[in-house]
């Protein structure tokens, strides 16, 4: 087969796939999943926030746990020497009354402080369970959403893989210049890179020509270049 009518061939099988990609776009569960997915994004981002912040409060209430646990310690210690009968002197026995009562006063504000915290983490994992729902079922209406895409799509899905693997068979069958400029100009020309000479306009652009140059192509080879929208132009199918 003549490189033109490759090259047309080629240029029919893209055009032909541009027309069954919007197809699958138009589909309403691929916008659908693209919100979905976005959506969950932003939950996951929530959730992983709420955990951390979550793991902050845990991390508070250990340290008040600690320094509970720490003047607790001290509470026996001035508790057992009242105990011991080895403190007599009336003012000893006053200062260490005064520590107790001071000891006392700070644990039980430590462990007010970490029942606070308790009902703060509770909020919180709650928070945490309630967010890791809401990704759940994101994540499920996605997964109905893209089963209700591939019923629809999926002979779209399976026109696209067998047009792609005829296109690949094609495109090895033209030479290595003219593949890479008909690549080049499909990829800055939005798909479409071979026009057909119809007459004195090119296919695409629709543009008469000047005779000069009509003159020129005619007189050129069968692949030329449009010089209006400067694309492959086929002068001459053979």
């Known amino acids: 087969m003549q490189e033109t009518r490759i090259l047309a061939e080629l240029q029919d099988h893209d055009l032909r796939a541009l027309r069954v990609s919007k197809q699958l776009d138009e589909i309403p569960e691929k916008r659908a999943i693209l919100v979905a997915r976005a959506k969950i994004a932003e939950i996951e981002t929530l959730l992983r926030r709420s955990e951390v912040a979550a793991r902050a409060i845990d991390a508070g209430i250990k340290r008040l746990e600690d320094e509970a646990a720490v003047f607790s310690g001290k509470i026996e210690t001035e508790q057992a020497k009242l105990l011991s009968g080895s403190v007599t002197h009336p003012k000893e026995l006053q200062a260490i009354s005064l520590e107790l009562s001071a000891l006392k006063r700070r644990l039980d504000a430590l462990e007010n402080d970490v029942l606070a915290g308790m009902a703060k983490r509770d909020a919180a994992t ?84 000047p005779a000069g140059l009509l003159d020129r192509l005619l007189s050129g080879p069968d692949v030329g270049e449009c010089p209006m929208c400067h694309r492959m132009l086929i002068v001459r199918q053979r």
Do not use: N, W
């Open 126 to 209: 709650a928070q945490v369970a309630r967010i890791a729902a809401a990704v759940t079922a994101g994540k499920a209406k996605e997964a109905e959403l893209v089963s209700a895409f591939k019923v629809r799509g999926g002979s779209l899905i399976h026109d696209l893989d067998v047009l792609a693997a005829e296109r690949a068979a094609l495109s090895e069958r033209l030479s290595p210049a003219l593949r890479s400029k008909y690549e080049t100009l499909r990829e800055a020309r939005h798909g479409i890179a071979l026009g057909v000479l119809e007459g004195h306009t090119c296919s695409v652009c629709r543009v008469g020509m």
